[in-house]
């Protein structure tokens, strides 16, 4: 079985903090992603990559970036955290172009 | 326009009825097309994929696609109430882009 792994299940973090939201994947995808799950506006692409140092942004990168230094390692990171980051936090891998996507479970972020 | 639209619903159907769930898309070079179920505090699974017009069948789920109206649905035969849950349609972009529509929330009652 896939298994997507994310770091922490829940997080609380203060204003002003970097956050480092940390994703793994053991079945050698090439792709991954991070998204942000809000009530009513769905799951939103923040940045995916699809190989080793390369990303793309997505359709809300402000105020986070990304770091894929191992194919397995895809980490997402808040250069200083702000209560509007306050979230669901999905991570997901594939295997490339086309194929089904599989997700972590989850982290709750909440930035006081 | 948003890139993958669904209505938030809910939609409710009693149990042994058919539900249809309807997804539309603004990228016309999409090709691959997903529909994922997710329960209230869980991660989305996916319960189907399709990629050419027509329709695609696994058991009591069927998936459409028309690739010139930009639609894709679910139909889901015989519901139970373990199907209540939020489904979610997601398309391949350019690029490898994944995006998911905002989710239909579908309740089954007894």
């Known amino acids: 079985d896939v298994k997507v792994t994310q770091s922490s299940r829940y997080l609380v973090k203060r204003t002003g903090e970097k956050v480092f939201l940390e994703c793994v994947q053991d079945?050698?995808?090439?792709?991954m992603f991070w998204y942000r799950q809000d009530p009513g506006l769905g799951l939103r692409l923040i940045y995916f990559?699809?190989?080793?140092?390369?990303?793309e942004k997505g359709d809300i990168p402000e105020g986070y970036s990304v770091s894929r230094e191992k194919k397995e390692r895809f980490s997402l990171i808040l250069e200083s955290a702000s209560t509007n980051q306050t979230s669901m936090y999905l991570c997901?891998?594939?295997?490339?172009?086309?194929?089904?996507?599989?997700f972590g479970q989850g982290t709750r972020l909440t930035v006081v | 326009q948003k890139e993958v639209e669904q209505n938030s619903g809910p939609l409710s159907v009693p149990e042994g009825a058919i539900a249809s769930l309807n997804c539309t898309y603004s990228d016309r070079g999409s090709q691959s097309f997903f529909w994922y179920r997710q329960y209230s505090g869980k991660s989305p699974e996916l319960i189907m994929f399709i990629y050419s017009n027509g329709d695609k069948e696994d058991g009591r789920f069927t998936a459409q696609l028309n690739k010139a109206s930009q639609y894709v649905s679910l139909l889901i035969r015989d519901s139970q109430p373990s199907d209540s849950a939020t489904y979610l349609c997601a398309v391949n972009e350019w690029a490898d882009k994944l995006i998911f529509g905002t989710g239909t929330r579908l309740q089954v009652f007894p």
């Open positions: 079945m050698d995808h090439e792709n």
């Open positions: 997901a891998s594939s295997r490339d172009t086309g194929t089904e996507a599989f």
């Open positions: 990559s699809y190989d080793v140092k390369m990303k």
